[in-house]
């Protein structure tokens, strides 16, 4: 199998594990006992802590450790929208892209069902980049938060987040990003980008499921979610994940310092394998920015399939990838990522996404080009094959 959906998730590696390994047995302490074995885990979380702050070149203060990067984007859009709205009451509109991962559309649409927020969304561009212009369009007084991701998830679109962070903060206003896609592959110092905010999930990178990270600059105010014995300096409550906090920071740790190498390798390696799809299979489409885009990701429309059914026959020759977002459990809908970017419904229907770890290889991609190129030929001489 050539595993080309590493966006959706990765397998945890060799050293993550051994690193958590002794917190998920001998040193299983709870942080907060005052005994030895709670003092050894509070240890290994004070220093998961300082490593992950190491590697966004933050405080330790200013981590908060999730249960992956879903919770990270929650407590970001409505911990802080809703805190600054209980500071000043006129503070009650957000301001989110087109783009975004259900995990901040769905809590700005909370914020507005729930708490009577409206939503500005952000238009973006053909690509998917949304522009200085077209946000400062939608800033107004009354905006208590902007969340704009870094990468996005399903076209690779890398957004120019420093600038857009510097555009809303100039005017007083919290700035969040979705660093999910981002990490391992961009750089993660949060004074460099300027945000306020930036979420981390940890299954992308080589940690387990169901851990992640967010920092939140020294003195934004921020409302808790989750109530309870006030971990996470009454931020985050519930007993830590402390072998889940070592993943974390395992992982960003391993991916910091060959972030540069790795990435310019596998863009090296994106570009061929788009050039061979697009020169194979006629009629395929880019989706996204042709430049600012993850090294890791190559996503595509072949009108005339469906996504699904190239999906199934790639997997059939032994080629394992994504047809649109994996995170949108269920759905077959036509990505509303791709409608945002001006892409007709039925040929949004046609999308499939690679993406790829650090450790993909020439010879994995030619090979999967080549069977894009049988897969989309069959499907369009035969109409689609169904799922078995
Ligand atoms: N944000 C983005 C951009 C993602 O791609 C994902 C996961 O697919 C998430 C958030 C959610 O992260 P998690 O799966 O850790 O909840």
Known sequence: ??????????????????????????????????????????????????????????????????????????????????????????????????????????????????????????????????????????????????????????????QPVARLAALARGLGIPFHTDAVQAAGWLPLDVRGLGVDALSLSGHKLGAPKGCGALYVRGRTRLEPLIHGGGQERGRRSGTENVAGAVAMATALGLAGPSQREASARVAALRDDFIAEVLTGVPGAFLTGHPADRLPSVASFCFPGTSGESVLLELERQGVICSSGSACAAGSDEPSPVLLALGIDAEVAQTAVRFSFDASVTAAELREAAAAVRTAVGSIRTLGPTSPQ
């Open 1 to 158: 199998m050539i595993f080309l959906d590493a966006a959706a998730t990765t397998p945890v590696r060799r050293e993550v594990l051994e690193a958590m390994w002794p917190y998920l047995s001998g040193d299983f302490g709870n942080p907060s006992s005052h005994h030895s074995l709670g003092d050894a885990a509070a240890a290994a979380l004070a220093g998961a802590r300082e490593a992950t702050a190491k590697a966004l070149g933050c405080r330790p203060g200013e981590v908060i450790f999730t249960a992956g990067g879903t919770e990270a984007d929650n407590l970001a859009v409505k911990g802080i929208a809703l805190a600054r709205r209980a500071a000043d009451p006129r503070l009650d509109r957000v301001a989110i892209s087109a783009v975004e991962h259900p995990a901040v559309e769905e809590s700005a649409r909370y914020l507005e069902r729930v708490h009577g927020f409206a939503v500005d969304v952000v238009p973006v561009d053909r690509y998917g980049q949304v522009s200085e212009e077209a946000l400062a369009a939608v800033l107004r007084p009354e905006t208590a938060l902007v969340s704009v991701m870094y990468a996005n998830n399903e076209v690779g679109t890398v």
